[in-house]
């Protein structure tokens, strides 16, 4: 339930369709061979990702 409303944020801040920011997300993890968003996020950090959210 969590990961459906965080997805449902993304969507309506970038003013897209829920199914696009989750077809996103799973090619993303896909690509990365990720099973979690805490994959994800050990991913980004040991890459040195930074976010430039506001």
């Given at each position: 339930?969590?990961?459906a409303?965080?997805?449902k944020k993304?969507?309506?801040?970038l003013?897209?369709?829920?199914?696009?920011v989750k077809?996103?997300r799973?090619?993303?993890?896909?690509?990365l061979?990720?099973?979690?968003v805490?994959?994800?996020t050990?991913?980004a950090y040991?890459?040195e990702y930074?976010t430039?959210?506001?």
């Amino acid at each position: 339930m969590l990961k459906a409303i965080a997805v449902k944020k993304i969507a309506r801040k970038l003013n897209i369709s829920f199914y696009t920011v989750k077809s996103h997300r799973e090619h993303i993890f896909e690509k990365l061979s990720l099973h979690s968003v805490s994959d994800l996020t050990r991913y980004a950090y040991s890459n040195e990702y930074e976010t430039k959210a506001k």
